[in-house]
Nanobody, 121 residues
Framework: QVQLGESGGGLAQPGGALRLSCVASGGMFTIINMAWYRQTPGNQRELVARIVGGGDTTYADSVKGRFAISRDYAANTVFLQMNSLQPEDTAVYYC???????????????WGQGTQVSVSS
């Protein structure tokens, strides 16, 4: 059973920083892409940052220059370093991974359970 386990959420003050981590576990697989999304009440889940297999990254305009996504390939882990946090960054952050396992034929998307990030003074 493949699982994505997130950690690192919490409360930060405006201008502060948090680091999210997400570990993929549960057997043998290849991670193709990993990403972070976020969602606030009443709104759709939105892409925050994505890192593809070759290491190229994509960011939402609202977080460019403040957030950085990275991967530890050996540990099946993706990180989101969030700096200069603002109240509008408050949301539940979800880890997402596109995985491929022998015999599947195509990738499958998995989601973490979500971790709350709150930015307030």
């Amino acid at each position: 059973q493949v699982q994505l386990g997130e950690s690192g959420g919490g409360l930060a003050q405006p201008g502060g920083a948090l680091r999210l981590s997400c570990v993929a576990s549960g057997g043998m697989f290849t991670i193709i892409n990993m990403a972070w999304y976020r969602q606030t009440p009443g709104n759709q889940r939105e892409l925050v940052a994505r890192i593809v297999g070759g290491g190229d990254t994509t960011y939402a305009d609202s977080v460019k220059g403040r957030f950085a996504i990275s991967r530890d390939y050996a540990a099946n882990t993706v990180f989101l370093q969030m700096n200069s946090l603002q109240p509008e960054d408050t949301a539940v952050y979800y880890c997402n991974a596109d995985l491929l396992r022998e015999g599947w034929g195509r990738t499958r998307a998995y989601w973490g359970q979500g971790t709350q990030v709150s930015v307030s003074s």
